[in-house]
Nanobody, 124 residues
Framework: VQLVESGGGEVQPGGSLRLSCVVS????????MGWFRQAPGKEREFVSS????????YYADSVKGRFAISRDRSTGAIYLQMNGLKTEDTGVYYC??????????????????WGQGTQVTVSS
């Protein structure tokens, strides 16, 4: 399974960005997808995830109310709409996919497949 992200960039605080991630192969091996991010000098952390079939969503507390994850089953893509961006949202954002169970859908352990990452910079 290969994942290709796009949509990163640089914005000012309060701005918006929309990240996209496309699965290059069949989604039959996937039951969930997600976004993680890694800021300079910090560990990679969970941002948001979504169940492929039912569309149930999960969010880190730090992004609730500002970010929205969605999926398009017809194209094998997920999106992360990021509004009200803050400087602390800066980092490399990674798309991930796998067959996570309830206890792992918000952790890296639930996702064996990863994209190459896309840079998001929030700066004035």
């Amino acid at each position: 399974v290969q994942l290709v992200e796009s949509g990163g960039g640089e914005v000012q605080p309060g701005g918006s960005l929309r990240l996209s991630c496309v699965v290059s192969e069949s989604t039959s091996e996937i039951s969930g997808m997600g976004w993680f991010r890694q800021a300079p000098g910090k560990e990679r952390e969970f941002v948001s995830s979504i169940r492929w079939s039912m569309g149930r969503t999960y969010y880190a507390d730090s992004v609730k109310g500002r970010f929205a994850i969605s999926r398009d089953r017809s194209t094998g893509a997920i999106y992360l709409q990021m509004n009200g961006l803050k400087t602390e949202d800066t980092g490399v954002y990674y798309c991930a996919a796998g067959r996570p169970i309830t206890s792992t859908i918000t952790t890296m352990r639930g996702f064996p497949y990863w994209g190459q990452g896309t840079q998001v910079t929030v700066s004035s």
